[in-house]
């Protein structure tokens, strides 16, 4: 559901002082349309379910409010960082599936918290790094938590947490939870906390698990369905070529664009190293991004992609939610994500928050029926476009029996009886 009338800015979404200066110091023009169209029914403490694509504003959507209930709710002595509350409490509590994205989520809601002058307490909890750290962090409580399930959990079972006074459960990117494993930890968490609560549900995609998860935690919710935040400004293009071709033609495209910052996906950890060898030899250096690097590794790659330092990164899928790099110029899909719902993930790291961005693809004869289905699923229809010295042969000379590399984190075989997916093993190996 959306509305026909909403307010064309921010001082019109109801929002306090202190957010409205931090959002003048961010330069945010407007708001983006599911800004628009959430803010005023979040504050409203309604229960909302939303479909936003990448780079749409959602963070915005859910921290600017948040923040302002927690604000106005607490007693003036604490609003003036007097008195805290005590015991290890949680007001706000968000759900995110990867460690990028609760850091992300935790940086951008301290950064929107500026004007506050320390009187919320934000904390991000992940797995990969020293649980005794996180539990020090939380020593009395904290005002919002952002989260991945298992590591939460973890924190519940030593008593370094409780969630029986959270007022507001926000699950951010519900479809990746679920499809990474997280229902029952979810399922878990969900026990825990008090039935009377606001719950914010955010989504790219509606799966029947994220309907069946509506249904039941969700109270005559509001529901907004925003397709991307500017879809004009992300270009995709897809380029066919032969499997053999294909790191000749994207090492050619990097150095024809002279890309300063270029983001190309692949499905396998082994693939990003193999890949960055590849390229290497034809005079491009580039770095990787996957799970067999540590936190700290991956922290300090991202950091360095983010401010130009590195040129071309090479990553799996844990790139594809949570990275937010502010004008990416370009993104290549080299390997085709298994997912459909993962495609526009992954495009959508470049063209964010109205910029222009591109996202290419290279598809072999392999990718051709996989790609077809990409589009329908996501109700696009591309032009299969050439590069001249790259052109792909019209057929195949031989029948491709060879499947998709299987993403990170899947390389067992299936059997029957399988038990549930642990999602901190899982994240620990991605």
């Known amino acids: 559901m959306t509305s026909d009338t909403t307010p064309a ?20 023009s407007q708001p983006t349309p599911i800004q628009a169209q959430a803010i005023p029914s979040v504050l409203a403490k309604r229960d909302l379910i939303a ?34 509350p ?20 935790a940086d951008s809601i301290k950064s929107y918290a500026v004007h506050f002058n320390g009187a919320i307490k934000t904390v991000a909890v992940f797995g990969g790094v020293s649980t005794n750290t996180q539990m020090l962090s939380l020593r009395g ?23 029986d006074n959270v007022k507001t459960l926000i699950l ?11 229902t029952d930890e979810l399922s878990e968490l969900l026990a825990l ?3 009377q609560k606001q719950t914010l549900l955010f989504s790219a995609t509606f799966p029947e698990q994220v309907k069946t998860l509506t249904e039941e935690l969700l109270d005559n919710p509001i529901e907004i369905q925003v397709q991307s935040a500017d879809s004009s400004t992300l270009v995709q293009r897809v380029f066919t070529v032969n499997k053999g071709n294909k790191t000749a033609l994207l090492a050619h495209l990097i150095k024809t664009h002279q890309w300063r910052q270029v983001l190309i996906f692949v499905n396998a950890k082994s693939s990003c190293n193999h890949l960055a060898d590849k390229l290497s030899k034809r005079g491009i250096v580039a770095d990787v991004f996957h799970g067999d690097k540590g936190q700290s590794a991956r922290t300090r790659v991202l950091e360095a992609f983010k401010t130009g330092e590195i040129d071309v990164l090479i990553a799996t899928d844990i790139a594809a939610r949570g990275l937010d790099i502010e004008k990416l110029p370009v993104v290549i899909n080299f390997d085709l994500p298994r997912s459909p719902s993962d495609y526009m993930h992954r495009i959508g790291r470049s063209g964010r928050a109205g910029e222009v961005g591109l996202a290419f693809s290279l598809i ?37 029996a060879k499947p998709m590399a ?16 642990n999602a901190d093993i899982w994240l620990k190996n991605t």
Not at 9 to 28: K, M, N, W
Not at 53 to 78: C, M, R, V, W
Not at 172 to 182: Q, T, V
Not at 369 to 392: D, P, S, T, V, Y
């Open 141 to 163: 409580g904290t005002d919002i938590l952002v989260a991945t399930p298992g590591r939460l959990l973890d924190l519940i079972s030593s008593n370094a947490i409780k969630l």
């Open 172 to 182: 951010d990117e519900a479809d990746r939870m679920l499809s990474l494993g997280f």
């Open 406 to 421: 299987k993403p990170e984190g899947t390389g067992k075989k299936k059997r029957k009886n399988k038990p549930p997916i």
């Open 51 to 84: 479909g936003a694509n990448t780079g749409s504003g959602k963070t915005a959507t859910f921290a600017l409010p948040l923040l302002q209930h927690i604000y106005e709710d607490a007693p003036l002595s604490t609003r003036k960082n007097e008195v805290k």
């Open 364 to 400: 072999d004869h392999e990718d051709y029926h996989h790609f077809k289905i990409i589009e329908k699923k996501n109700k696009i229809r591309l032009e299969r476009e050439q590069i001249e010295g790259f052109e792909a042969d019209e057929t195949v000379s031989e029948p491709v």
């Open 9 to 28: 800015t921010f001082q019109d979404l109801g929002l306090i002082s202190p957010l409205l200066a931090r959002i003048v110091e961010l330069e945010y």
């Open 86 to 105: 005590q015991g290890n409490y949680v007001s706000g509590l968000i759900l995110v599936p990867t460690r990028e994205l609760a850091k992300q989520v």
């Open 193 to 195: 906390l008090p039935k």
